[in-house]
């Protein structure tokens, strides 16, 4: 098991009627960090002792489903209105009034909600990895800020022989049996396949050369040959290929811990979170649809990352529903995990984004 940096002190706090694990450091401005799939507060372990060190109170959540935090037994209690008034509880617990919301992964669209829904309380976002989508949450080309249900534009996307592997994580009990029966191994295999470290698929110099992907159905296909799209019956796994030696950015020690929580969690929580909450957030994310988002942003992506297979209708309307979006960064040769990944690059780019909206505290 990976010893946390020594600045770096663990609690639990109760907040909106759950239980929240938190890991904490450093006095100040109060930045809030939330994780991903599959993830933990650990994944922040590079940030929390920098944002420390520049003045910042550095706090990182375990999600509700994630964890030592609370894990509802119904889908409700995954609803984005709860998860982000759960975010407001940990704020009070806290005893501030205001905090820099920070996300990646499945917290971006965390991230950006909060600062969406409540921008009195969210006072800047950072979003890494996924484009604002509105009530859609995943900002999918077609449906860039929700105009279709998120299963309904997935079903596009995939086609109808195919199926998209976030409706892949929503059936019930089959993605936790292809986990949990490997959990060591299936978790290598996804951080490593969606990674800059893994191998770019090779080059068949006699294809004929694909068009980009500047029209909807273009981008559908190009979906549909990435990977992101599976054959019914198949594995989440299969499609990810598994590393001979870990990668600088996730040593053994750290992969210990990942695999440690979620032997001991399991999966069911992390999956209702997002991928079987996604239609429920659609309905009640509905109230804000059309409205801005009004605090200062920065969105980081990379160029190996997934979402920025269907990204670039998002990243071409995000000032439109993101009037004070500072800058958008893709980071080159990095795949999906940044904050590890790219760990002192994003580290920069976060401290000059929090000095430039000058959070206080």
Same mark, same amino acid.
Not at 99 to 113: E, L, N, R, Y
């Given at each position: 098991?990976?010893?946390?940096?020594?600045?770096?002190?663990?609690?639990?706090?109760?907040?909106?009627?759950?239980?929240?694990?938190?890991?904490?450091?450093?006095n100040?401005?109060?930045v809030?960090?939330?994780?991903?799939?599959?993830?933990?507060?650990?994944?922040?372990?590079?940030?929390l002792?920098?944002?420390?060190a520049?003045?910042?109170?550095?706090?990182?959540?375990?999600?509700?489903?994630?964890?030592?935090?609370?894990?509802?037994?119904?889908?409700e209690?995954?609803?984005?209105?709860?998860?982000?008034?759960?975010?407001?509880?940990?704020?009070?617990?806290?005893?501030?009034?205001t905090?820099?919301?920070?996300?990646?992964?499945?917290?971006?669209?965390?991230?950006?909600?909060a600062?969406?829904?409540?921008p009195?309380i969210?006072?800047?976002?950072?979003?890494?990895?996924?484009?604002?989508?509105?009530?859609?949450?995943?900002?999918?080309p077609?449906s860039?800020?929700?105009?279709m249900?998120?299963?309904?534009?997935?079903?596009?996307?995939?086609?109808?022989?195919?199926?998209?592997?976030q409706?892949?994580f929503?059936?019930?009990?089959?993605?936790?049996?292809?986990m949990?029966?490997?959990v060591?191994?299936?978790?290598?295999?996804?951080?490593?396949?969606?990674?800059?470290?893994a191998?770019?698929p090779?080059?068949?110099?006699?294809?004929?050369v694909k068009?980009?992907a500047?029209?909807?159905?273009?981008?559908?296909?190009?979906?549909?040959?990435?990977?992101?799209?599976?054959?019914?019956?198949?594995?989440?796994?299969?499609?990810?290929?598994?590393?001979?030696?870990?990668?600088?950015?996730?040593?053994?020690?750290?992969?210990?811990?990942?695999?440690?929580?979620?032997e001991?969690?399991?999966?069911?929580?992390?999956l209702?979170?997002?991928?079987?909450?996604?239609?429920?957030?659609?309905?009640?994310l509905?109230p804000? #649809?059309?409205?801005?988002?009004? $605090? !200062?942003?920065l969105?980081? /992506?990379?160029?190996r *990352?997934?979402?920025?297979? @269907?990204?670039?209708?998002?990243? #071409?309307?995000?000032?439109?529903? $993101? !009037?004070?979006?500072?800058? /958008?960064?893709?980071? *080159?040769?990095?795949?999906? @995990?940044i904050p590890?990944?790219?760990?002192?690059d994003?580290?920069?780019?976060?401290?000059e984004?929090?000095?430039?909206?000058?959070?206080?505290g």
């Open positions: 098991m990976s010893t946390i940096h020594p600045s770096i002190t663990s609690r639990v706090v109760a907040a909106h009627g759950n239980r929240v694990h938190l890991l904490e450091a450093g100040g401005p109060l809030l960090l939330v994780h991903g799939f599959p993830e933990v507060s650990y994944s922040w372990r590079y940030q002792p920098v944002l420390a520049a003045g910042y109170r550095a706090v990182a959540v375990d999600q509700l489903g994630y964890g030592r935090s609370s894990k509802p037994a119904l889908l209690g995954y609803r984005m209105t709860e998860i982000v008034a759960t975010l407001e509880g940990v704020i009070e617990a806290l005893g501030e009034k905090a820099v919301i920070v996300g990646h992964d499945w917290g971006a669209p965390v991230a950006w909600s600062a969406w829904m409540r009195e969210f006072t800047a976002v950072v979003a890494v990895g996924v484009p604002f989508g509105g009530r859609g949450q995943m900002a999918f077609g860039v800020l929700g105009e249900k998120p299963r309904d534009i997935e079903r596009k996307i995939a086609g109808p022989d195919l199926m998209f592997y409706e892949y929503r059936q019930p009990g089959v993605p936790e049996r292809e949990e029966q490997d060591r191994g299936w978790l290598t295999d996804v951080y490593y396949s969606f990674s800059g470290s191998p770019l090779p080059v068949d110099p006699d294809a004929p068009p980009a500047t029209d909807l159905e273009s981008t559908f296909e190009n979906l549909r040959n990435s990977g992101l799209c599976m054959v019914p019956g198949t594995n989440f796994r299969d499609r990810c290929v598994s590393p001979d030696v870990l990668p600088e950015w996730l040593p053994q020690e750290d992969l210990d811990y990942y695999v440690a929580e979620f001991r969690t399991g999966f069911t929580g992390s209702n979170n997002y991928y079987r909450s996604l239609d429920l957030n659609w309905e009640v509905g804000w #649809e059309g409205k801005p988002v009004e $605090v !200062p942003a969105f980081v /992506t990379a160029d *990352d997934g979402p920025m297979l @269907w990204a670039a209708e998002a990243l #071409e309307r995000m000032k439109e529903s $993101v !009037p004070l979006l500072r800058k /958008t960064v893709i980071f *080159d040769n990095c795949g999906h @995990w590890q990944e790219r760990r002192d994003f580290n920069e780019l976060l401290l984004f929090l000095a430039d909206v000058k959070p206080v």
